[in-house]
C-alpha cells in the first residue's frame, strides 16, 4: 500500500543504524530521510537512487551539495526545469519549475548500495508520489535501480519494460518513462554518461511535455 514519506520513518534496520552512526560523526548532517524536492503539481518527477553521504545526505535536499548533482542541476536550468544552474545548499535560492525530484531509497546507505529489501520498503512513498501527481506525468528515471523502482511502484514487471540510456517507455497509467544513465561522478568522469547525451534525453523530455500541453 502507497503511504505518504515521512522523515521519521525507521523501517530500514540497517539504514537506520547507518543514519544514527553518521550523527555522531556529522552532528551538522541532515542524516535523515530525505524528503522530496520541488513542485507539487509537476510535468516532471525524476527519480534518483538514494541520498549521497556528503550531498544530500548533508543537507537534506536531493542531488544538493555533489557532484551528482552539478551536471543534473545545469540541464534542468537549460530545459526551464529550474531557476538557476547550480544546487549548493538549503538556502541558496534553487526553485524547481514543473519539477520535482525524489529517489527511490530515501535514506543513505553503505557505500551507496540499498538492499533489495530496502529498496522494496521504501517504494510505498514513491508509490504515493506516482498516484498523488497528474496521469499525464513525465518520470525520469536516473539509472537501473530508479527504472526498476519506479515499475514497481505502477505494479509492472521489469521483462515488459528494459532500462537503457534514452530508452522512453508509455506505462498503462498514462505516465511517459525517460531512462538515464544516472549522473554519478563515475558515470560523467568515464563519460559513460556525457553532458550530450543527458541533455538528448531532456531535449525529448522538453518536447513530450510541451506538446502534451498544447
Known amino acids: ?3 505518504k514519506f515521512s522523515t521519521a520513518c525507521t523501517d530500514c534496520p540497517r539504514l537506520s543504524r547507518f543514519l544514527l ?3 555522531e560523526t556529522h552532528s551538522d548532517y541532515f542524516a535523515k530521510p530525505v524528503p522530496p524536492f520541488g513542485a507539487t503539481a509537476p510535468k516532471l518527477l525524476i527519480v534518483g537512487l538514494a541520498p549521497g553521504m556528503h550531498g544530500a545526505n548533508r543537507t537534506g535536499r536531493p542531488f544538493t ?3 551528482a548533482g552539478i551536471l543534473l542541476y545545469e540541464t534542468l536550468h537549460r530545459y526551464g526545469f529550474s531557476n538557476q544552474p547550480i544546487s549548493e545548499h538549503m538556502a541558496d535560492g534553487l526553485e524547481l519549475i514543473g519539477c520535482r525530484i525524489t529517489n527511490a531509497v530515501k535514506c543513505l546507505p553503505p557505500e551507496n548500495k540499498p538492499d533489495r ?3 522494496v520498503n521504501c517504494n510505498k512513498y514513491l508509490m504515493y508520489e506516482l498516484n498523488s501527481l497528474d496521469e499525464g506525468l513525465s518520470v525520469l528515471a536516473l539509472g537501473q535501480i530508479a527504472h526498476q523502482a ?3 511502484a505502477q505494479g509492472l514487471k521489469v ?3 528494459r532500462f537503457g540510456h534514452a530508452a522512453e517507455h508509455q506505462l ?3 505516465l511517459r518513462l525517460f531512462d538515464s544513465y544516472h549522473c554519478s561522478r563515475y558515470n560523467t568522469q568515464t563519460r559513460r554518461l556525457t553532458s550530450d547525451m543527458f541533455q538528448a534525453v531532456f531535449v525529448r523530455i522538453r518536447s513530450h511535455i510541451d506538446s502534451a500541453s498544447n
Open 65 to 67: 551539495g555533489d557532484h
Open 117 to 119: 529489501s530496502e529498496i
Open 159 to 161: 521483462k515488459d519494460y
Open 172 to 174: 498503462p497509467s498514462g
Open 150 to 152: 519506479v515499475l514497481l
Open 21 to 23: 552512526q553518521v550523527r
Open 1 to 3: 500500500m502507497d503511504e
